[in-house]
């Protein structure tokens, strides 16, 4: 199995460090606000990696903070004249929510800043006592200088990057690079530290939280690319300075999301969030898999359409198949797979192991979509039918995607039967408000 690795920029071997055991990490969101379909693309594609790995039978310990203190949290506490807690607690729900929605799993550990406050102000004091940060007057920062490859995730050059921070002037500061582990305010809410009365910058939580959780180095540490630099930059350079290690062995970024081929942007309306989007959630979920995670994905509301419908017939060909064997009682018959759905799988499973690309994944979903139309079409078919359906399980399974079919009911078969014998007896009436009650119940 294969990842890129954005700190290589090389395609390279998974090895795990603990045999048997994916230790991953995600950035996750600030909780100010309602999360647009840009930041679904993240909670939709790692889900799908942590799915993976369990198909492949690793055990997987996927944590994905909320950032629930930051100035963002604070001002709209102000302005809707809330607590800090309430804002986050309002905006963690209506995160899991989309989540949800989106088809994402959320029973995965989830800390927040504020509960971990203590972690943050010892692994801040350790990187004073080890002379990789400073105090001014109440505020601490981290003393870039000292790490020597600084710039090793994002590509960039301390001399370019100096030139570019010479706009913030910043007097405070020992060089303009040096970035805020500690800031000193009596604007919000605050905690008190061995450096007064503030709160934690952001760089510092990540770090804080994988070290108390996993002890130390992580396999995969994950986040969008718009945050490859500062936010992960620093992050390596704190678990430097502290343990010599870069925390994670692989890093993973997702490209951005585009609206209309251009950047999302709130002022100029560009801007679709996930609790807004009138169309069936698993179609966006297969719109957001369908280009590699790590290219640009370009949303327009007819390629989300297109997959909507692309959606509708893989979940009417599975529900077809589904049904075809349950109303002849078969559901149980024994799979027998034919050597052109092996083929799907393999290609199937070869995309997944080259860097998770889900979009050749995709195109042999649509292909086993085709397939398994050929089939439904032949009779005497059941076990092809059977191990047909049971590809689109694992598929499904290993995508996120819920197709929603399940056993039909006594009732349900009855109304199927009584329909059948119309349609076949040319009893037109009946056969046609038969159907009606079918369709009313999902079936047809
Ligand atoms: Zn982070």
């Known amino acids: 199995m294969r990842i890129f690795n954005t700190l290589t920029n ?8 603990h045999e048997d055991t994916v230790n991953m990490y995600v950035c996750g969101p600030t909780v100010y606000n309602y999360i647009h379909i840009g930041n679904a693309r993240p909670v939709i594609f790692f889900d799908v990696v942590r799915r993976y790995f369990e198909h492949k039978g690793y055990t997987v310990n996927f944590v994905s903070n909320f950032t629930d203190v930051d100035d963002k949290v604070i001002t709209k506490a102000l ?5 800090e807690l309430e804002v986050a607690n309002k905006f963690i729900e209506a995160f899991y929510r989309d989540a949800q929605r989106v088809g994402s799993s959320t029973k995965y550990l989830a800390p927040r800043v504020t509960e971990y406050m203590s972690s943050i102000i010892s692994y801040i004091e350790r990187l004073v006592e080890k002379d990789y940060a400073y105090q001014v007057d109440g505020d601490v920062y981290f003393r870039v200088g000292k790490i020597d490859d600084y710039g090793i995730l994002s590509g960039r050059k301390v001399e370019d990057l100096k030139e570019g921070a010479r706009i913030d002037v910043n007097s405070r500061k020992e060089n303009p690079l040096d970035f805020t582990l500690w800031k000193s305010t009596d604007v919000g809410i605050t905690w008190p530290s061995p450096f007064g009365e503030g709160r934690p910058g952001w760089h510092t939580e990540c770090v804080a939280m994988i070290n108390d959780i996993f002890g130390g180095k992580i396999d995969i540490h994950g986040g969008g690319s718009e945050i490859k630099f500062p936010h992960h930059e620093n992050e390596i350079a704190q678990a430097k300075a502290l343990d ?21 942007s709130k002022s100029e309306g560009r801007i679709v969030l996930v609790k807004d989007l009138d169309h069936d959630y698993m179609g966006f979920r297969l719109f957001s898999l369908s280009t590699h995670y790590r290219s640009p994905i370009n949303y327009t509301d007819d390629i989300l359409d297109s997959y909507v419908k692309d959606w509708d017939r893989t979940r009417r060909v599975y529900k077809q198949s589904y049904y075809s064997l349950d109303l002849k009682d078969a559901l149980e018959v024994k799979s027998e797979q034919t050597p052109e759905l092996k083929g799907i799988e393999l290609k199937f499973m070869d995309a997944m192991d080259n860097d998770f690309n889900t979009a050749n994944a995709i195109t042999e979903l649509q292909n086993l979509v085709k397939y398994t139309n050929q089939i439904l079409r032949k009779s005497d078919t059941e076990h092809a039918l059977k191990a047909a359906i049971e590809l689109f399980d694992t598929f499904f399974r290993i995508l996120g995607l819920d197709p929603g079919v399940t056993k039909l009911s006594a009732t349900d078969k009855a109304i199927y039967m009584e329909w059948a014998d119309a349609r ?13 009650k079918l369709q009313e119940r999902g079936i047809l």
Do not use: C
């Not at 010599?244 to 999302?264: E, F, V």
């Open 10 to 17: 090389k395609l390279e071997e998974f090895v795990p460090i």
């Open 79 to 83: 302005e809707d004249e809330m607590s």
């Open 244 to 264: 010599g290690t870069n925390i994670a062995n692989y890093w993973m970024h997702n490209g951005q999301l585009n609206i209309d081929d251009k950047k999302m």
């Open 424 to 436: 076949r007896n040319k009893e037109f009436d009946k056969a046609d408000r038969l159907r009606e």
